[in-house]
């Protein structure tokens, strides 16, 4: 199973900085390369779309998949509260005599 790294606020909030300050700095440092302002406006809008529709991608991937951050945390929650149920329902069982299991272990045989 792939592990998607879970990306915080404040996380998409650095990885937004730092994407702005790359851009940035390579619009500003273009000229001095030989690459004209027209050209270096067309290359950062380029760059700007590219970086929009894979994250839009991206997210309606984990929208579909159901890889959501509330959703994985959900799940997880729900297979912890079924362990600890599942535990103490088996302490509560093993608890009971021979017969009274016998008896829980029919009477749920007669109504699934």
């Known amino acids: 199973m792939v592990k998607i790294k ?8 650095k990885i937004g900085l730092l994407i702005s ?8 440092f273009a000229p001095q390369i030989g690459i004209d ?3 270096a406006n067309t290359l950062s809008s380029c ?13 309606v991937y984990r929208v579909v998949n159901g890889k959501m951050t ?16 599942n535990d103490k329902l088996e302490t509560k069982f093993n608890a009971l005599s021979n ?3 016998q008896k829980l272990m029919e ?6």
């Open 99 to 101: 017969e009274e299991q």
């Open 21 to 28: 300050l790359i851009v940035v700095i390579s619009y500003k």
């Open 37 to 39: 302002e027209f050209t």
């Open 47 to 59: 760059i700007l779309i590219l970086i929009v529709i894979t994250w839009v991608t991206s997210y």
């Open 6 to 13: 879970q990306l915080t606020k404040g996380k998409v909030i």
């Open 70 to 85: 509330f959703m994985e945390q959900r799940k997880r929650y729900r297979k912890e509260y079924e362990k600890v149920v």
């Open 107 to 112: 009477d749920l045989e007669k109504n699934p």
